[in-house]
């Protein structure tokens, strides 16, 4: 397995929020959950242009054209237009921590469980889960890797992990006392890593 050390290569910092949940990637905004709202960043400005009124606890993700948001037992399916939650599915096991949407599905990381569970985005059904040695936070892809934050003893880990039987294959460990709580990576270079209560959002360089 390889192991490195994270290259944080920016934070960002918002003053009206406390916890970052979740993490996502449109393309052009980075979406995070705050707890009562979903909001729109800049990647470049590093400002919030939009607000969402969802219950957005946990997870988040982006399947091309609807957000999916995780409050407590149900997943959220939002029109990231007009802030409308369109439908809803149940959450597996009761509840989660990440969400990726790759495949047609989408990948929830169940926290306390040490899981990620492959999920249908319209019923709930359970496609497949694979297991962990750690508790899952943050789900994402980078490209065709699926990768997914860990959160323990107030340490951190990005893992790269295969897809089909959960084997870890890469990991970069965060400095500690830096937590993961949220992970979307833009599709090229870098991950954007929730930063729990510390209220940030910071940028990491995927190792070459």
């Known amino acids: 397995m390889k192991q490195t050390s994270a290259a944080i290569v920016r934070e960002y910092a918002f003053p009206d929020?406390?916890?970052v949940h979740g993490v996502s990637f449109d393309g052009a905004h980075i979406w995070i959950a705050t707890g009562d709202t979903l909001n729109a960043?800049?990647?470049d400005s590093g400002e919030t242009v939009r607000k969402?009124?969802?219950r957005a606890q946990a997870g988040t993700a982006f399947d091309g054209r609807y957000l999916f948001q995780i409050f407590g037992d149900r997943i959220q399916k939002v029109?990231?237009?007009?802030g409308d939650v369109v439908a809803t599915i149940p959450t597996p096991e009761g509840g989660a921590a990440g969400?990726?949407?790759a495949e047609g599905s989408l990948w929830v990381g169940q926290h306390?469980?040490?899981k990620i569970h492959q999920v249908d985005p319209e019923?709930?059904?359970i496609i497949r889960t694979l297991e962990s040695n750690r508790f899952v936070t943050g789900v994402t892809w980078l490209g065709d890797e699926l990768w997914h934050g860990t959160w323990e003893a107030d340490r951190s880990e990005l893992r790269h992990v295969d897809a089909r039987t959960g084997e870890v294959l890469e990991q970069i460990d965060m400095p500690p006392s830096m937590i993961v709580s949220g992970l979307e990576s833009n599709g090229r270079d870098t991950f954007f890593c929730g930063g729990g209560t510390s209220g940030k959002v910071r940028a990491v360089r995927r190792p070459a």
């Open 123 to 125: 019923t709930g059904a």
């Open 41 to 43: 960043v800049d990647p």
């Open 99 to 101: 969400m990726a949407w």
């Open 79 to 82: 029109d990231p237009q007009t």
């Open 112 to 114: 306390r469980n040490r």
């Open 17 to 19: 929020v406390t916890t």
């Open 52 to 54: 969402l009124d969802v």
